[in-house]
């Protein structure tokens, strides 16, 4: 049935289907690449802002290994 329609379409629009099924074609592909470019700005967005966070995460690792460190050490000092 689908083809039905689209064999009338064809014969009643002649030249005008090919244009019609090449402007549906340039605009998906418009579509497609868009898509692509939104969805390639977000995950670079979002690595960023991942990055941003294991940044400060090794900082504050560093910090308790620091603070860890210091507190093994005055544990085996001798206490005056």
């Known amino acids: 049935m689908a083809q039905d329609f689209e064999s009338m379409l064809r014969e009643v629009l002649g030249d005008s289907w090919n244009k019609l099924t090449q402007f549906q074609s340039d605009q998906v592909k ?3 690449t868009r ?3 939104l969805t390639h700005e977000a ?3 979002e690595l960023t802002r991942l990055n941003g966070e294991i940044a ?3 900082t504050r690792v560093a910090q308790l290994e620091a603070e860890r460190a210091e ?3 005055e ?5 005056a």
């Open 43 to 45: 995950l670079k967005d």
């Open 35 to 37: 898509f692509s470019e």
């Open 56 to 58: 400060e995460l090794r």
């Open 71 to 73: 507190k093994a050490a």
């Open 75 to 79: 544990s085996v000092l001798p206490s």
């Open 30 to 32: 418009k579509l497609t």
